[in-house]
């Protein structure tokens, strides 16, 4: 009946008027769980590095490097992807990336070298760069103004599935091998399936909106100049090269760092990465809506710096500890990215893909170039060092101050 009522909107002028105004949950969850599949099937990646090393006899660098390629496929398109659907919006493109993302996932479980590694993952960071901008665009026009809540919601399937990845190849790929990387081409499947028919809301029912909202939304937020704007956008930029930084150190190395200090099992440090993601995913959840309610330059402040006590601490701790700490830090930090995005697409109302094409693109760029930063300085001294080190980089948030207050007070 609600699927009935979506069509019919889309047919009727003053119901669609009627409809801008609400947010649609149906839509915001379906297209939440394909961001958690998606991400499900990236978290692969990361989660196979132990058993990719062994196999391989690669290097620290090297596994930077297959972060780095699979990182910047993943970020270089995603502003222009956003900048050409802002313009000529492609409903079903989101169906035809994650094709790409399948045939990722089918080289990644028969690679035999690490340049078929490299190539799997490119292939994969491809179909990436599609989903991103086109999905939050999705999420930003089922809003219904609750643009905060919506980019959460959205958020908190990505990072579900990026917690479920590493669980998951726990269970099935590292006890069975490389080859069992096979079954996630499953899930690719099914989102395959899932955003085509996301793609047909898309079309039949919010692409002529989209199209009116692009042409009557200035480019520019009123009240600022175009040199205010970039300014923020740069400051925002550094708050993402911050949170993405460590967050390349946690999910790509938390692992190691475990084993190489507690002595753990690979299994054992996978299941505290998954705890790690776990306490991410559900952090997420609270950025949007808090900002919508309190002022999102508040939560971008909470979020990033709140987290910097917690990060110092926890190169230092016993194995518990370790544990808590990274909790309490997942659980703050992950606020910040909604928090960032909207506000930024509140700088620039008439470029919403692109907008979130330059972010999710930027964050995964930083991720990549961290994961080969950081993994090449691991070579160099040692995995301890670099969690000592990435541990100021929270500290990095206290430039949130120089952001400018574009929502007014909030109660």
């Given at each position: 009946m609600e699927r009935m009522a979506e069509i019919s909107t889309a047919a009727n002028p003053t119901g669609s008027a009627e409809a801008a105004q609400k947010t649609v949950f149906s839509i915001l969850f379906t297209i939440s769980f394909s961001h958690l599949l998606n991400d499900m099937m990236q978290a692969v990646i990361p989660a196979v590095y132990p058993l990719i090393k062994d196999s391989f006899h690669l290097s620290f660098t090297q596994i930077g490097l297959i972060t780095l390629t699979f990182q910047l496929t993943a970020s270089l398109l995603q502003p222009f992807v956003g900048f050409y659907t802002d313009r000529t919006p492609r409903p079903y493109s989101l169906s035809v990336g994650m094709g790409f993302t399948l045939i990722g996932l089918v080289a990644l479980a028969f690679a035999s070298s690490f340049g078929w590694v490299l190539v799997s993952v490119a292939l994969i960071g491809m179909g990436s760069s599609v989903f991103h901008p086109e999905s939050s665009r999705v999420a930003h026009l089922a809003s219904g103004g609750r643009r905060g809540l919506a980019q959460s919601v959205f958020q908190l399937g990505g990072n579900a599935g990026s917690a479920l990845g590493p669980l998951l190849a726990a269970l099935i790929v590292v006890?069975?091998?490389?080859?069992?990387?096979?079954?996630?081409?499953?899930?690719?499947?099914?989102?395959?399936?899932?955003?085509?028919?996301?793609?047909?809301?898309?079309?039949?029912?919010?692409?002529?909106?989209?199209?009116?909202?692009?042409?009557?939304?200035?480019?520019?937020?009123?009240?600022?100049?175009?040199?205010?704007?970039?300014?923020?956008?740069?400051?925002?930029?550094?708050?993402?090269?911050?949170?993405?930084?460590?967050?390349?150190?946690?999910?790509?190395?938390?692992?190691?760092?475990?084993?190489?200090?507690?002595?753990?099992?690979?299994?054992?440090?996978?299941?505290?990465?998954?705890?790690?993601?776990?306490?991410?995913?559900?952090?997420?959840?609270?950025?949007?809506?808090?900002?919508?309610?309190?002022?999102?330059?508040?939560?971008?402040?909470?979020?990033?710096?709140?987290?910097?006590?917690?990060?110092?601490?926890?190169?230092?701790?016993?194995?518990?500890?370790?544990?808590?700490?990274?909790?309490?830090?997942?659980?703050?930090?992950?606020?910040?990215?909604?928090?960032?995005?909207?506000?930024?697409?509140?700088?620039?109302?008439?470029?919403?893909?692109?907008?979130?094409?330059?972010?999710?693109?930027?964050?995964?760029?930083?991720?990549?170039?961290?994961?080969?930063?950081?993994?090449?300085?691991?070579?160099?001294?040692?995995?301890?060092?670099?969690?000592?080190?990435?541990?100021?980089?929270?500290?990095?948030?206290?430039?949130?101050?120089?952001?400018?207050n574009i929502e007014g007070k909030k109660r």
């Open positions: 006890p069975h091998g490389q080859v069992h990387v096979l079954w996630f081409s499953v899930a690719a499947l099914l989102a395959m399936v899932i955003l085509w028919k996301i793609g047909d809301w898309y079309k039949g029912h919010l692409f002529l909106r989209a199209k009116k909202a692009a042409a009557a939304v200035g480019d520019l937020r009123p009240g600022f100049t175009r040199r205010q704007v970039f300014f923020a956008i740069g400051i925002l930029l550094v708050l993402i090269f911050s949170k993405y930084f460590y967050m390349a150190s946690m999910t790509n190395y938390f692992t190691f760092f475990l084993i190489d200090k507690f002595k753990l099992p690979v299994q054992q440090s996978q299941v505290y990465l998954f705890i790690f993601l776990a306490a991410v995913a559900a952090g997420t959840l609270l950025g949007g809506p808090l900002g919508d309610r309190f002022g999102r330059k508040y939560i971008i402040w909470i979020s990033i710096l709140g987290a910097a006590p917690f990060t110092l601490a926890l190169p230092y701790v016993p194995l518990v500890w370790t544990v808590v700490l990274s909790v309490i830090i997942g659980f703050i930090i992950a606020s910040a990215f909604s928090a960032i995005l909207v506000y930024a697409q509140e700088l620039m109302p008439g470029k919403v893909g692109m907008i979130a094409g330059l972010f999710f693109g930027f964050a995964f760029g930083m991720g990549g170039l961290g994961s080969a930063v950081l993994g090449r300085l691991a070579d160099l001294t040692s995995i301890g060092y670099v969690f000592q080190l990435c541990a100021f980089l929270p500290l990095i948030g206290i430039v949130t101050g120089l952001l400018p």
